[in-house]
């Protein structure tokens, strides 16, 4: 049987020998090839059982029709609409996305780019936040904005149909309270059907409507902004804040729109250690499922000992306050961990081409996730609230004995 898979998921040449030699012992043998760049060729489909791809491989009616062997499908992302799953189901090919996968890291940046915004101004954002979409990266990013003090609220209408107000948070279906927020951060997957389509839910009106200064930020596809609606109303002097690491038309990036941008990055926010290897863990994990291999699941290493290679994704970060910290404080722990400048500044030096916007992404460098940090503190940390907002952050904490 043959894995094909994209070249540049981590350790998946050490996984896939992992797997290979346990079912060699059961006769059955399992060999590897990887793919460069987006799609795979036409022979290496062709001689392919079980595919593993990101999000810039484009699975349709004329890749299945070229892998006839083809049984399995796995994208190491939360985002699925690269792959035409119907099409899959009428091939008779399974198809497995990894949810959450790296959520923890989306939320990073959305918490680090807040945090470098408020460093720059000396404030922090005063009304209230709107995270658009409750899912996975949607609430890993409000808890770390509640975390820095700011007040979140969610707005998801599919999700108040499904669970109705008993979901989790302060989920509402009001759109006007979204256009009157100071921040607002996108995180829903891309749909163009349905009741609730996300395609341009920012059109030229909406992005009008946003007051003065508001933090846009979005981290999720690009064309849930409408991009010439955001071109048109920062040619007219609108005033905002936006952050962009998704773009409508990549791999190409819109670079005539950076000198407005707050902050502009190649689609890297989820990409930390930890979510890129745990992806990779993740399709291993549903393949030897798939395979019904129950030894093959529990061989699997956890994804601590997976990371060891990178010395960034287990560095920890400790911090000591003996007083409440201040929101400058905060946040730059949070900067300390996650710097979104830097990316900014790597995607800006960079050619808008298409090539090199995938190289920037391929060759990203190690990025811990805020959970690495630590804070060491006297009496206050005994306290409830403190402790909650510290775990909001993800951070962990010690309280010392004061002397
Ligand atoms: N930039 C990046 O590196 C990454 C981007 N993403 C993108 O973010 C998307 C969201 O990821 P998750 O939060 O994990 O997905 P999720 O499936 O956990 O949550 C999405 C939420 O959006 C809601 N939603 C759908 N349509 C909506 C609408 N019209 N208005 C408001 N809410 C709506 C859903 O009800 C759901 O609660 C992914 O589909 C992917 O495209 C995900 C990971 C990394
Ligand atoms: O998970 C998703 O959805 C994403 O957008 C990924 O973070 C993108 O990662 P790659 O597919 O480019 O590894």
């Known amino acids: 049987?043959?894995?094909?898979?994209?070249?540049?998921?981590?350790?998946?040449?050490?996984?896939?020998?992992?797997?290979?030699?346990?079912?060699?012992?059961?006769?059955?043998?399992?060999?590897?090839?990887?793919?460069?760049?987006?799609?795979?060729?036409?022979?290496?489909?062709?001689?392919?059982?079980?595919?593993?791809?990101?999000?810039?491989?484009?699975?349709?009616?004329?890749?299945?029709?070229?892998?006839?062997?083809?049984?399995?499908?796995?994208?190491?992302?939360?985002?699925?609409?690269?792959?035409?799953?119907?099409?899959?189901?009428?091939?008779?090919?399974?198809?497995?996305?990894?949810?959450?996968?790296?959520?923890?890291?989306?939320?990073?940046?959305?918490?680090?780019?807040?945090?470098?915004?408020?460093?720059?101004?000396?404030?922090?954002?005063?009304?209230?936040?709107?995270?658009?979409?409750?899912?996975?990266?949607g609430r890993a990013a409000g808890q770390r904005l509640s975390g820095l003090g700011l007040h979140v609220h969610y707005y998801d209408p599919p999700l108040l149909q499904r669970e109705g107000t008993s979901a989790p948070v302060d989920v509402h279906a009001d759109w006007h309270r979204v256009l009157a927020s100071d921040v607002i951060s996108c995180h829903v997957p891309m749909t163009k059907a349905g009741e609730y389509p996300t395609y341009h839910l920012f059109t030229q009106a909406s992005i009008a409507a946003l007051p003065d200064n508001c933090i846009l930020i979005n981290a999720s596809r690009g064309a849930v902004i409408e991009e010439q609606a955001l071109r048109a109303a920062m040619q007219c002097g609108q005033r905002l804040h936006v952050v962009l690491d998704v773009w409508e038309h990549e791999p190409q990036v819109a670079a005539d729109l950076f000198p407005w941008l707050r902050y502009a990055t190649a689609h890297i926010a989820g990409h930390s250690v930890a979510g890129k290897v745990g992806g990779t863990r993740r399709l291993f994990s549903e393949l030897a499922q798939w395979l019904k291999h129950a030894k093959l699941t529990s061989e699997l290493p956890p994804l601590s000992e997976l990371m060891q290679p990178w010395p960034e994704a287990v560095r920890m970060y400790r911090w000591q306050s003996n007083e409440p910290p201040t929101w400058q404080m905060l946040a730059s722990w949070v900067r300390d961990i996650y710097d979104i400048r830097i990316d900014d500044k790597l995607l800006r030096q960079a050619t808008p081409e298409p090539a090199t916007f995938d190289a920037l992404r391929r060759n990203y460098s190690a990025r811990a996730e805020l959970s690495q940090g630590t804070v060491a503190g006297g009496s206050w940390l005994a306290q409830e609230a403190w402790q909650v907002r510290l775990r909001q952050l993800t951070f962990s904490h010690i309280q010392k004995q004061e002397q």
Not at 4 to 23: C, G, I, Q
Not at 35 to 44: A, W
Not at 59 to 72: G, I, N, R, S
Not at 113 to 122: D, H, P, T, W
């Open 1 to 137: 049987m043959q894995l094909l898979a994209d070249a540049s998921m981590p350790l998946v040449t050490e996984l896939a020998h992992r797997f290979s030699d346990a079912l060699q012992q059961q006769g059955v043998a399992l060999t590897l090839t990887t793919f460069q760049g987006r799609q795979p060729t036409p022979e290496q489909l062709a001689q392919a059982d079980f595919l593993m791809i990101r999000s810039i491989t484009k699975v349709d009616p004329d890749l299945l029709q070229q892998a006839p062997q083809l049984k399995w499908i796995g994208t190491a992302t939360i985002g699925t609409e690269h792959v035409d799953a119907a099409a899959c189901q009428a091939a008779g090919i399974d198809f497995v996305s990894t949810p959450g996968v790296n959520a923890n890291a989306v939320g990073d940046y959305v918490a680090s780019a807040v945090s470098c915004i408020a460093l720059e101004q000396g404030n922090l954002p005063r009304g209230e936040v709107a995270i658009i979409g409750a899912g996975h990266t």
